[in-house]
Each structure stands twice: as C-alpha cells, then as structure tokens.
C-alpha cells in the first residue's frame, strides 16, 4: 500500500517561511508528476505547485509564483514546498499528490491527474 504522508505544517505570522514535505511509503514506483494542492475553509481544493519526474519542470499557481518553490529528491522518495513570504490568504490545508502513471498529455494543474492523496496538513498563517 502506498501513502504519501506531508510534515512541516504549522503556524506562522504574515511574511514568514515554511517548509512542507511529502515522504511515499509502501510500494515504490516511478511518480510521473507530484504536486501540492491547498484547501482553505468553505473553498475548493486548488492547485498550488507541481513537479515533472525529473526536476526539469515546474508550475505554480499565480498565486504563489516567486514566493513558494517546488522540488523533489526521488532517492528518498519525497517532495518539498518551499513557502516563503506568506500572507494570511495561504492559510488552508495543504495536499501532497502524486501521478503514477505516464500520460501523454499531462495536466499537472488537474487534481483529477493525481492517484495518490496524503492526508494534508494544516497551514495557518497569521496577520
């Protein structure tokens, strides 16, 4: 059985970093795609960031472009979220997702894309 498992969620005041983690467990396999997706209270799941299986390739939502940073490190199986200069509005629950399986035309941005949920972790963000 394969799980995905964020850490590094927490509290923070406005203008300040954190870093989150998404460690897979269970079976390993190759990730095509793994991103990140938040959900704040009374709002729809989003798409946040997203990483290609090599590292080459990144996507971000307009939202957090230039703030938060994407990366993995497939020897460990694990993907990062770098966040930086937070605002308020980043306060929600955060998602790791993972693809694995190969499609020919990805849609790294579609929650739809992803097989593979963790269980999320809670971002709060203080003004």
């Known amino acids: 059985q394969v799980q995905l498992v964020e850490s590094g969620g927490g509290l923070v005041q406005a203008g300040g970093s954190l870093r989150l983690s998404c460690a897979a467990s269970?079976?390993?396999?190759?990730?095509?795609?793994m991103g990140w997706f938040r959900q704040a209270p009374g709002k729809e799941r989003e798409f946040v960031a997203a990483?290609?299986?090599?590292?080459?390739?990144?996507y971000y939502a307009h939202s957090v472009k230039g703030r938060f940073t994407i990366s993995r490190d497939n020897a460990k199986n694990t993907e990062y979220l770098q966040m930086d200069s937070l605002d308020p509005e980043d306060t929600a629950v955060y998602y790791c997702?993972?693809?694995?399986?190969?499609?020919?035309?990805?849609?790294?941005?579609?929650?739809?894309?992803?097989?593979?949920w963790g269980q999320g972790t809670q971002v709060t963000v203080s003004s």
């Open positions: 269970g079976r390993t396999f190759r990730w095509y795609a």
């Open positions: 997702a993972g693809r694995s399986f190969y499609t020919g035309s990805p849609d790294y941005a579609g929650a739809g894309e992803y097989n593979y």
């Open positions: 990483i290609s299986w090599s590292g080459g390739n990144t």
